[in-house]
């Protein structure tokens, strides 16, 4: 059909050609022929472009883009939208989900990149791009341009927690801790309400990314809590719940989580109970045989001041593990970078 048109249109702009009135057939009367014919030719050719273009456009829609996306069909998407681009260069919708067949489906960031540029380009409001292209930077490790994409993002629909999330991350991959939290903080506020027991894990993961500092573990924690509360079966919630515990010095919860956790076939958690368990031991048997019976309880009540050196810094930050280790002369590379050597 479209072929026809284009037929017609060419055949059509070949009537426009300036012709000779015809022998005997008044001057004037050929003018006002022509006149006519010019403007009945103008007329096709808009009809016909139209019709060309809304055949062109109706060729492809969200749902067929969206038959390829659920069958993870990701080499057809990826042809549907390359197609559905060059029918319809200013379409974001278009550029959208050829940005996205990259990013999820063929899992090349470089390639959706410039797609997700081109929809904000073309849709500077389009929140999804702004967020889907923050997250790609982040991938190539092109922080700085990835902090200013999600920050529009943000800025667009500061209800959605994956935006805060990756912006937390830029933040903290460029060294800007202070406002990673504050990113973190904002979730807490303005989107994690509004989201699953997902984002409320992933924040709580975020929390504890950020380093053992007691206010992060301490905001871990209610997000944690109130991810395990959505979904009581999440295993590795419960986990990540008890090892922002364990860190706190609150070390009956976090058995308690981490004996959770195994329960719902987490692979973690029964090593974490059983190391806990025994650097609980071994720091009790010390003070034992240092005759001092204030070593680290299981309630939290612990007291570092009868240890010395890299056993009372691990301590401080209430990892038993390590000082279980340091007090079997076992510690670990990462023991000694954190705390010292013996």
Known sequence: ????????????????????????IDEKRGKVTSV??????????????SVSAALAQSRYTVEGANQFARAKDWNGLGRYATDWTRAEPNNPTAWYYLGNNYATGLKQPDAAIPAFQ????????HQGAWGALGAQLIKVRRFEDAI?????????EPRKPSYWNNLAVAY?????????????????????????????????????NLGRERDRQSKAVIA?????????????????????????GNYDEALRCY?????????????????LKAALAAAAAAAANQ?????????????????????AAACNQGDQSAMGRYQNNQPTQEDKRKYGVQ
């Open 172 to 208: 903290r991959e460029t060294n800007q801790i202070n406002l990673a939290l504050a990113a973190l903080d904002s979730n807490m506020k303005l989107a994690a309400p509004h989201g699953t027991w997902a984002d409320w894990h992933n924040l709580g993961t975020a929390y504890r």
């Open 118 to 125: 081109k929809v904000v380009r073309l849709d500077p409001n």
């Open 224 to 248: 944690l809590r109130q991810s395990v509360k959505l979904n009581p079966r999440n295993g590795e919630g419960w986990n990540s719940l008890g090892a922002a515990y364990e860190i706190l």
């Open 148 to 156: 200013n994409a999600l920050k529009r993002a943000t800025e667009l």
């Open 259 to 275: 004996k959770q956790a195994d329960a719902l076939g987490n692979q973690y958690a029964r090593t974490n109970h059983n190391n």
């Open 291 to 311: 005759g001092n019976d204030s070593y680290p309880s299981s309630s939290g009540g612990n007291s570092c001041s009868s240890y010395s050196g890299p056993v």
């Open 1 to 24: 059909m479209i072929n026809q048109i284009l037929a017609l249109r060419a055949r059509v702009r070949c009537s426009l050609v300036p012709r000779r009135p015809a022998f005997g």
């Open 36 to 49: 006519a014919w010019a403007i009945l030719c103008a007329l096709v050719i808009t009809l016909a472009a």
